[in-house]
């Protein structure tokens, strides 16, 4: 299964509602992880089997999703979610997407 | 505390040989499934292989299987990697990565070693 995220940059203000999109090649199943990976350190679990918050990471992250398609939201955002997201599928291989950057405004 | 820490990397020429390993702390190592992931300089993460919690199963992507080789240690609680026949492609920070028990997504991720394949 190939994932497309989009866009692969993106530029917002602290406050901001962010959406980020995962698009997978076939059906994922509900199989859908997202990594939030900031510059010089190893990528950090956020969110699993879709819309299941990691243990310590803060609410205003959320997932969503079905079949192929699948969001992280950012409810209001933070200087610190400056890093690059990436969203990972688990049903049929292993497979990471390309990643979004987010820049802070 | 979970902590994964990777040691071992390097330059390495062409065509040779490379084995790193990953210390495990915190948590029953024997229980869970382990995995490299790769990250080549200003790229996109890329899974490189797995195995299970008892080593008797392993996973490779397509383009390093007969190349690698994942192996563990439970009693020494280490994961290792051997990596044979390297090529500059194979040029990447490896991290080493725990599979969520059950699940093959990653929990917990070590910082990361840094290999340079080049002459």
């Known amino acids: 299964i190939q994932l497309t995220q989009s866009p692969s940059l993106l530029s917002a203000s602290v406050g901001d509602r962010v959406t980020l999109s995962c698009k997978g090649s076939?059906?994922?199943?509900?199989?859908l992880a997202w990594y939030q990976q900031k510059l010089g350190e190893a990528p950090k679990l956020l969110i699993y089997?879709?819309?299941s918050l990691q243990t310590g990471i803060p609410s205003r992250f959320s997932g969503s999703g079905s079949g192929t398609d699948y969001t992280l939201t950012i409810s209001s955002l933070h200087s610190e979610d400056l890093a690059t997201y990436y969203c990972?599928?688990?049903?049929?291989?292993?497979?990471f997407g390309s990643g979004t950057k987010l820049e802070i405004k | 505390e979970v902590q994964l820490v990777e040691s071992g990397g390097g330059l390495v020429q062409p065509g040779r040989s490379l084995k790193f390993s990953c210390a495990a702390s915190?948590?029953?190592?024997?229980?869970?499934?382990m995995a490299w992931v790769r990250q080549a300089p200003k790229k996109g993460l890329e899974w490189v292989a797995t195995?299970?919690?008892?080593?008797?199963?392993?996973y490779y992507r397509d383009s390093v299987k007969g190349r690698f080789t994942i192996s563990r240690d439970n009693a020494k609680s280490t994961l290792y990697l051997q990596m044979d026949s390297l090529r500059s492609e194979d040029t990447a920070t490896y991290y080493c990565?725990?599979?969520?028990?059950?699940?093959?997504?990653?929990?917990?991720w070590g910082p990361g070693t840094m290999v340079t394949v080049s002459s």
């Open positions: 990972y599928q688990y049903n049929n291989g292993l497979t």
């Open positions: 089997k879709t819309n």
């Open positions: 915190g948590f029953t190592f024997s229980d869970y499934a």
């Open positions: 195995i299970i919690y008892d080593g008797s199963s392993t």
């Open positions: 076939q059906n994922i199943n509900n199989y």
């Open positions: 990565a725990r599979h969520a028990l059950y699940y093959w997504y990653f929990d917990f």
